[in-house]
């Protein structure tokens, strides 16, 4: 009987090991996403971390609410938070974007603060877990770039300790294999590296790159060197812990220029990793209700 208990402990175990967080993108203003509405009542199970992008800043940093769409009756409220919520999944606010601001790093010196206090006021009003950053556009001294938004770190778990905080890097910004902090290569770096262990969870965008690194074997190769950490430039990107790391990709061929790869596949090849890692991440949860779900349902398939 005790060996036949142990044997069901480890079939238990086995079946538990094989969830995976799933974190998605609401984007109410954009084409993926005619009705925000229905798209939210409808929204399956395995999606447990809901973004909403995307709010933006202006010059001294205070926030912009973009992620409202009165053309299509939707209005993002507290309620709505609270309903995501009451469903089991985490809800964070998404700041940047494609289409987002620059950090030029020559901000006025109350720009960090300001938007700390901005991200704040947001996260009380509505109720989010937590904050992601999906800041992907930085000009002039990128070592500047990153001292405004480690500040801005840095004040946001100073001021709500239990606050989340996600990143959204492009692949291309935390690269282990190149050898430089340049414009397009580990603009990032400087900030996931040093603010690691503010961050709860890490989501790179394993898209919109270029062909040789858009496949399955690379996403294995570059996990396991994250896993490890690498230095560039003399800045240290710790050992990325597996339960912070999420893999992004596009739920649908429309969600991206290049990247796409089949979701059951991306599914099958995190799930087969040696170290497992959090999950995934997809943008965006429009484009994968539009193709009949298809991302969420691989998720969903143990």
Not at 18 to 33: A, D, E, F, H, I
Not at 66 to 83: G, N
Not at 160 to 168: D, E, H, L, R
Request: proline share 7%; net charge neutral.
């Amino acid at each position: 009987m005790a060996r036949l208990l142990a044997l069901l402990g480890m079939v238990a175990t086995a079946q538990c090991s094989s969830n995976m967080t799933l974190s998605g993108y609401v984007c109410p203003t954009c084409p993926s996403t005619p009705d925000p509405g229905s798209l939210l009542k409808n929204l399956p199970k395995v999606y447990n971390v809901v973004n909403f992008a995307f709010v933006g800043w202006n010059a001294s940093g205070g926030i912009v609410n973009q992620f409202d769409a009165p053309s299509k009756s939707f209005k993002l409220t507290a309620e709505v938070v609270k309903q995501l919520q009451s469903e089991g999944r985490t809800v964070m606010l998404s700041i940047g974007g494609g289409a987002g601001g620059v950090i030029t790093g020559d901000e006025p010196a109350t720009f960090s603060s300001n938007m700390a206090n901005g991200l704040i006021a947001y996260s009380k009003s509505y109720g989010f877990d937590g904050i992601d950053f999906d800041i992907e556009h930085r000009s002039g001294d990128l070592m500047k770039c990153a001292t405004v938004i480690n500040n801005v770190l840095k004040m946001l778990k100073q001021k709500k300790p239990s606050i989340k905080i996600s990143f959204a890097p492009q692949m291309v910004n935390l690269d282990p294999e190149v050898n430089t902090i340049s414009a397009g290569f580990n603009e990032l770096a400087p900030v996931i590296g040093p603010s690691l262990s503010l961050i709860d969870w890490v989501q790179p965008q394993m898209y919109n790159s270029w062909p040789g690194v858009e496949t399955l074997a690379y996403a294995q190769r570059y996990t396991s060197e994250l896993l490890k950490g690498y230095t560039v430039s003399d800045v240290v990107v710790p050992p990325m812990p597996p339960q912070k790391l999420l893999l992004g990709y596009p739920a649908s061929s429309n969600g991206a220029g290049s990247g796409y790869l089949p979701p059951c596949e991306v599914v099958a090849m995190v799930r087969s990793m040696h170290q497992p890692i959090l999950g995934l991440m997809t943008w965006d949860i429009g484009w994968d209700q539009k193709d009949g779900w298809k991302f969420a349902n691989c998720v969903a398939q143990k």
